[in-house]
């Protein structure tokens, strides 16, 4: 049965442009597509025989935010103190992660994780499991139960690490095409498979190259860190002394790849940032967790102006919140200048869902489109006033500076409800 969905939408068309519909009606089809989306008052009596009609009231509908890049294994150590990046990652991150090794640890923390996305509004992400073949097949199935839209992978890591998280480079790359193999386009095509070297540090020559070719082979996405902290750059300078800079790292080994997802991107040359954006790569800008670890600020204007496609992330646990509400307003926050309202919303919507290669799926209430959306009571904010009575600029301000978890009333992934507990 079709469904029309009542309330003020408010979706992200492009970097600079925002539209509101309002009062706006979603239709969405049995198989949870958007169908057409429109002012009311556009549509017609006969428009909605044999319908259904959930009314929001004067709620605003917003596509579900994309989180593009996040650490599951790390969910209870968020907060931990530590100044900088590598010693986190030896003094904290290594043991937290090593106890995935337990299925019920892992699964655990999968559904938690992703119960803690969704009442968070987040419908689609790219995470990292831990190293555990069998903690990453977990956290398939509990994102699939959670209905959540998941780009996954197991981290890969053949040194530089306590023994606990090492594998040989082949067992590390055959278990992955065993995942690529059972996961790629599982849950009707919400789930699929990254090749997840974790960063140059921990790899080596071969474990790095393999993951390219893999990724290759497979046609797989890559997700990996770049460039996040000044010591790990001082790092991958003595570990790759042949390599003329960290980008030059993951070109050599293959890894940089259409759609690769890299967090952070912060210490990057200009030439650098030509090359990702020749290499239609994608930055993913993680504004908490570069405040928690002192990383640097990460250049959001020149990387735009070079043509990079940018996500927004959570970096969960480096960073300290779900919420992109909060990733939001720090990437406001973390730059010189402000930066526009609609650019943010665009970031953690549309954005996000073209760094993960599903810019045609999500990430706005466009026809054809999956109906992917949260619905948040903004009334208090609003001042008495109707949400068109708004500078849409305003308004868009006032929701990523204050539009927090608390505010979200439902949230829908594919048409069906899922901030209620378990997906069917
Ligand atoms: N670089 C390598 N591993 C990690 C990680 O787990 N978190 C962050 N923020 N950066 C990393
Ligand atoms: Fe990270």
Not at 108 to 134: K, M, N, P, W
Not at 139 to 145: I, K, M, Q
Not at 154 to 183: C, F, G, Y
Request: net charge negative.
């Amino acid at each position: 049965m079709t469904t029309f969905y009542r309330g003020a939408v408010l979706h992200s068309l492009a970097p600079d442009h925002v539209e509101l519909l309002s009062p706006g009606l979603v239709e969405v089809d049995a198989a949870g597509e958007i169908q057409r989306v429109a002012v009311e008052s556009d549509y017609r009596p006969s428009d909605f025989k044999g319908s259904r009609r959930v009314d929001f009231g004067d709620r605003l509908l917003l596509p579900g935010l994309v989180d593009a890049h996040l650490h599951i294994p790390q969910i209870d150590i968020i907060g931990v103190e530590s100044e900088h990046l590598i010693d986190w990652l030896r003094d904290h991150i290594f043991a937290e992660e090593a106890a995935n090794e337990d299925p019920a640890v892992a699964r655990d923390r999968a559904s938690r994780c992703f119960q803690q996305l969704i009442q968070s509004g987040t419908t689609a992400c790219a995470a990292y499991s831990s190293v555990h073949t069998e903690a990453t097949d977990i956290a398939f199935e509990e994102a699939s139960r959670a209905g959540v839209r998941a780009i996954i992978g197991k981290v890969l890591m053949d040194r530089e690490a306590p023994d606990a998280l090492l594998e040989s480079a082949t067992t590390a790359l055959e278990d992955t095409h065993r995942l690529i193999q059972k996961w790629s386009g599982a849950a009707d095509g919400r789930l699929d498979v990254a090749v997840t070297p974790r960063f140059g540090i921990s790899c080596s020559d071969e474990l790095l190259s393999g993951a390219g070719k893999l990724a290759q082979q497979t046609g797989a996405r890559v997700q990996t860190h770049l460039s996040e902290n000044k010591g790990e750059i001082e790092a991958i300078r003595q570990l790759f002394p042949a390599a003329r800079d960290y980008t030059a790292v993951y070109e050599n080994a293959g890894v940089l790849r259409p759609g690769c997802l890299l967090a952070h991107c912060i210490h990057l040359s200009d030439d650098e940032i030509q090359r990702l954006a020749q290499s239609k790569a994608a930055a993913v800008y993680c504004p908490d967790s570069n405040f928690f670890l002192h990383s640097g600020r990460f250049p959001l204007d020149d990387t735009l102006a070079a043509g990079v496609t940018v996500a927004l992330g959570s970096d969960v646990g480096a960073g300290t919140s779900f919420s992109l509400f909060e990733a939001m307003k720090m990437g406001n926050y973390m730059q010189t200048t402000q930066v526009d309202p609609e650019l943010l919303f665009y970031l953690a919507t549309l954005g996000g869902a073209n760094a993960l290669g599903w810019g045609d799926r999500i990430g706005n209430f466009a026809a054809g489109k999956a109906a992917d959306f949260l619905v948040l009571d903004s009334r208090d904010l609003l001042r008495g006033s109707t949400v068109h009575e708004w500078d849409l600029r305003e308004l868009l301000s006032i929701l990523i500076h204050r539009g927090h978890r608390a505010r979200i009333e439902a949230v829908y992934i594919q048409g069906q409800r899922v901030d209620r507990g378990r997906h069917r």
